[in-house]
């Protein structure tokens, strides 16, 4: 249950008036409408307590609907990305599709009814010491076009942002004077554009050598730069996901062992990839997923296509220039077009008032499975660094642990109601 200080109807389009509103929510905020924000919310129904869920978008799941390329498939494969209680249709791939996993996931708030507070941007969230409470400001559109400034006050804050809410753009000398196009892999849909453009790709995780490998396909000629050493393994291995054979390798042995195991197969069926330019670090690709966060490139094609040579591996940027790029190893390209796969952040840091749960780069202090729960009822999903499932996990205990706190607290509440009131009935007249 809410209460609305302003006015008594909760309707964003209605008492244009007020400038401002606060409300009093029975339960936690929940900031972030994609799948950890939905997993919370979907676990928090089902023990009946009330929550608020804030989206900046329009839509659930923004990253996925708003800021991915076409041909995105799920890297892992559909059983260890569902959410909790809810399992993918069985009519669906192994690896479903963007258009597939974003219906799956308007299912799955449909199905939990799940609404959240859609163009509402948080502009802070702090914690007030005296009364025990967050104070949660934002900037709300409403329907007729107006900005408006909600308070929202609450117990339990959950920030279910996640690790890639804001794309990370590299200074680059020189870039100011490139003349041709230049955006960052979250505004990249189709290669259908490029056809018979030379293509920089800055970066070669996941997004880089998928996006070199849609330019392939649609005849461009893209160049991808390397700059650091990375790990790259087959998504499959003899028809079975490796992701899937990394688990059971570190259930049933040590991490060293698991990581021996992975590169020795990756030598068998990819090859020395050396001397095609990338070099393997010298930390194993699961120690260092621990250790960094940082996730090998699962392979989908990519790689056929650098050892025919229809996708070029170049080294570092050392300046731009009007059509072109000088590299660190002074080769000049001529290129048409730059696409920034240089990864995403977190924006926790410009909005939450804490730095004691939250590093100064926006992920919890407290390594996986550990970094779930900070102290006055805040809360974090989606930050593992485990992708999907770890964020389920994550919302699993949040909301189980948010739920006992309300029921205790409400259940105390009825109490000191029910004794008042026989107090009052108890008095002489």
């Not at 006015?7 to 389009?13: G, V």
């Not at 804001?166 to 200074?171: A, G, N, S």
């Amino acid at each position: 249950m809410m209460f609305n200080s302003a006015c008594h109807s909760q309707s964003l389009d209605q008492n244009e008036l007020f400038s401002r509103r606060c409300v009093w929510v029975n339960g936690p905020v929940i900031v972030g409408a994609g799948p950890s924000g939905l997993a919370v919310g979907a676990g928090l129904k089902d023990q009946g307590v009330p929550f608020i869920i804030l989206e900046r978008a329009d839509c659930i799941a923004s990253l996925w609907q708003k800021r991915t390329y076409d041909r995105l498939k799920l890297h892992l494969p559909k059983q260890f990305c569902q959410l909790p209680n809810f399992p993918f249709p069985e009519d669906f791939p192994e690896y479903p599709s963007k258009n597939q996993f974003i219906k799956y996931l308007e299912s799955y708030a449909k199905h939990f009814e799940i609404n959240p507070n859609f163009n509402e941007t948080v502009q802070s969230a702090k914690y007030d010491e005296t009364f025990g409470l967050w104070w949660v400001k934002t900037i709300a559109q409403s329907g007729t076009g107006f900005a408006v400034e909600v308070e929202y006050i609450c117990r339990w804050l959950v920030v279910a942002t996640g690790e890639n809410s804001e794309k990370v753009v590299p200074e680059f000398e020189g870039l100011e004077n490139f003349d041709g196009h230049v955006m960052h892999a979250c505004d990249y849909r189709s290669g259908a554009a490029y056809r018979g453009k030379n293509v920089l790709v800055v970066g070669c995780g996941n997004s880089g050598m998928e996006v070199s490998l849609d330019l392939c396909n649609h005849d461009a000629s893209p160049s991808m730069v390397v700059r650091s050493s990375v790990h790259v393994l087959p998504r499959e291995i003899l028809g079975k996901s490796t992701f899937e054979l990394a688990i059971f390798l570190m259930k049933w042995g040590p991490l060293w062992l698991a990581d021996k195991i992975l590169l020795i197969l990756a030598w068998i069926f990819l090859g020395n990839l050396k001397k095609y330019g990338i070099k393997r670090p010298s930390t194993g690709p699961l120690q260092l997923k621990h250790n960094s966060g940082k996730t090998p490139v699962l392979d989908i094609g990519a790689l056929q296509k650098i050892r025919s040579g229809e996708i070029k591996v170049v080294p570092g940027i050392k300046r731009f220039s009007h059509g072109t790029v000088e590299l660190v190893n002074g080769q000049n390209l001529m290129i048409d077009s730059v696409i920034l796969a240089t990864g995403y952040r977190s924006n926790v840091p410009s909005w939450l008032k804490e730095n004691e749960f939250f590093s100064g780069d926006g992920i919890p202090r407290n390594p996986f499975p550990n970094g779930w729960k900070g102290k006055a009822g805040l809360y974090a999903v989606g930050f593992t660094r485990r992708g999907l499932s770890g964020a389920s996990l994550d919302a699993i205990g949040v909301s189980q642990d948010i739920s006992k706190s309300w029921k205790e607290e409400t259940k105390q509440k009825r109490k000191t109601v029910a004794a008042r009131h026989r107090r009052l009935t108890d008095q002489p007249n």
